[in-house]
């Protein structure tokens, strides 16, 4: 089990990619190469519970952590990803701060949250491991919260107040269709609402995060204050392949 909710709250950059594909090996494949964490989306992306399995199992031994996105804000969803070894939950569409406390609470066992506790499973080393994760589990795991509507902009500093949320993550294709001008991530509203999210993070101790579809977007983002950085995906580095492959073909092609 690995715990980075201390490293990533340092505010030191903690750069990671999105593996949406569900691939055991594309999984593998970013942990060999160094990233410090992987989302794995079973918001979005092909994956379900039973494929999650692999995919965290393959991080084993590389040094990188897995961060789960659950489909909603929904407390069972939360125990389950916890209880597979996750390090962490990315959780979507989190608007105010009572949303936010949810998923707080969902991270946590009792006394300080709703978490159901297990002994037979796999964060725990189905049992031989269970005392030291019961005993770090609530201080170690790290929950991030997104922001992805204009309503989770205006209320930023209200959910990074709330204790136990660790990072406020821009979903930047969501949050420009909800400002109402879909995919201009050069627009101002768009540029002013990312600095309000991290000016509200850095005030109250937490790290803003967004996920990066181009690397030329890296300089930009580092210089505003992110620092929980995701560039691209296993989806889009094969698709972005394949068309580079058929392009060479292309010139050849009659």
């Known amino acids: 089990m690995k715990f980075v909710r201390k490293q990533v709250l340092t505010g030191e950059l903690f750069c990671g990619v999105w593996n949406n594909i569900g691939s055991t090996l594309t999984a593998e494949m970013a942990g060999l190469a160094g990233f410090d964490w992987v989302l794995f989306d079973l918001e979005h992306g092909s994956a379900d519970y039973e494929s ?26 939360f125990k389950r990803v916890l209880d597979l070894g996750s390090s962490g939950v990315m959780v ?28 037979l499973n796999r964060a725990t080393s189905f049992t031989t491991k269970f005392d030291e994760y019961f005993a770090a589990a609530n201080d170690n795991l790290v929950t991030v919260t997104q922001i992805e509507t204009g ?55 937490k790290v803003a995060g967004i996920l990066l579809a181009r690397e030329e977007q ?27 492959t058929m392009e060479a073909f292309g010139r050849y092609k009659k």
């Open 52 to 77: 999650l399995v692999p995919q965290m199992q393959a991080l084993e031994g590389t040094g990188t952590a897995p961060i789960v996105r659950i489909a909603w804000n929904d407390p069972p969803r």
């Open 92 to 119: 979507p569409w989190v608007n105010n701060a009572e949303e936010a406390r949810q998923a707080a609470r969902s991270m946590r066992y009792p006394p300080e949250g709703i978490r159901g506790v297990a002994y």
């Open 151 to 205: 309503e989770a902009v205006d209320n930023a500093e209200e959910i990074a107040a709330v204790e136990g949320v660790d990072v406020l993550f821009v979903g930047p294709l969501d949050l420009s269709v909800n400002l109402g001008i879909p995919k201009q991530f050069d627009h101002p509203k768009f540029k002013e609402a990312l600095s309000k999210v991290v000016k509200a993070a850095k005030s109250k101790g």
């Open 218 to 244: 890296l300089e930009e983002t580092v210089d505003q204050g992110f620092t929980f950085i995701a560039l691209g995906s296993d989806s889009g580095a094969v698709a972005s392949g394949f068309r580079r």
